[in-house]
């Protein structure tokens, strides 16, 4: 049970990257040979695999990717009235979406001691969020600082992690871990991997901020369950 964690201390978020470029011939040519480089751990096949034909994967890796979508939710009021209130920041100009971000978290964070909680956030997340904020030059917020502090310090929470209970030995998707604790999940049109996709060939940002959210009210549903408290209702989601 997390009954540590008051659940209106805590931000549930999610980030939605794609990689910089639409396609590889896109690329700059220094990037290319770094990507190339980069590429070189992650053909398995080297027959059937070239960078350019792995060039889709490069969203995950905040030097060759870029964040469109970042969703926040919080959860407000008493145990029995309670509801959710979402809220993203998303776009192509990615320093304007993190700018935005940054001070929601200054205010989040500015009088009381808050948390961050995403699934597998300290993984990748919280990390690729430091590093692309780093990229635009911009400061990192306090709360994503992680530099100097001792682990206890550090006010990141990972629903994977703590699913885990100190077993290190596999990955649970969100998903898996969702149906495995009986909390329903929306019936999606799209998954990650089709991000990169909507997002430069159907253009649809609003489509990739609306599966972005769905996720954001699994964590958060994901934490309720795990701190033995009631889920929140569907009619009781508020998105912005």
């Known amino acids: 049970m997390l009954t540590q964690y008051a659940i209106n201390s ?50 995950i890796y905040a030097e060759f990717g870029k964040i469109i979508c970042i969703s926040c939710g919080v959860v407000q009021g008493a145990t029995n009235n309670r509801k959710m ?16 971000f940054s001070e929601m978290l200054q ?7 808050r948390y961050l909680c995403a699934h597998n956030g300290k993984e990748f997340d919280f990390p690729y969020l430091c590093r692309r904020m780093l ?3 911009l400061p990192l917020p306090v709360i994503l600082n992680t530099a100097g502090k001792k ?3 550090v006010n990141h929470l990972d629903t994977m992690e703590l699913w885990k209970f ?24 799209i998954d990650g991997s089709m991000v990169a996709s909507v997002y430069y060939n159907e253009k649809n940002i609003e489509r990739i901020v609306t599966y972005c959210q769905k996720d ?10 795990m701190s033995g408290e009631v889920l929140i209702e569907e009619k009781n989601i508020e998105y912005k």
């Open 10 to 59: 805590l931000l549930f978020l999610d980030i939605e990257t794609v990689p910089q470029y639409p396609a590889f011939s896109d690329v700059p040519e220094a990037w290319k040979h770094l990507w190339e480089r980069k590429a070189g751990a992650l053909i398995r096949n080297r027959d059937e695999e070239t960078p350019e034909g792995v060039y889709e994967r490069a969203g």
């Open 135 to 137: 990229i635009n030059g």
């Open 151 to 153: 682990p206890w310090e």
């Open 107 to 113: 205010k989040f964070t500015a009088n009381e001691q």
């Open 216 to 225: 954001v009210v699994t964590v958060a549903q994901i934490f309720l369950r």
């Open 166 to 189: 100190g077993d290190f030995k596999s990955y649970t998707s969100l998903n898996l871990l969702a149906h495995a604790l009986d909390v329903p999940t929306p019936k999606d049109d």
């Open 85 to 100: 209130v979402l809220k993203s920041f998303y776009g192509d100009d990615e320093k304007q979406l993190l700018t935005g």
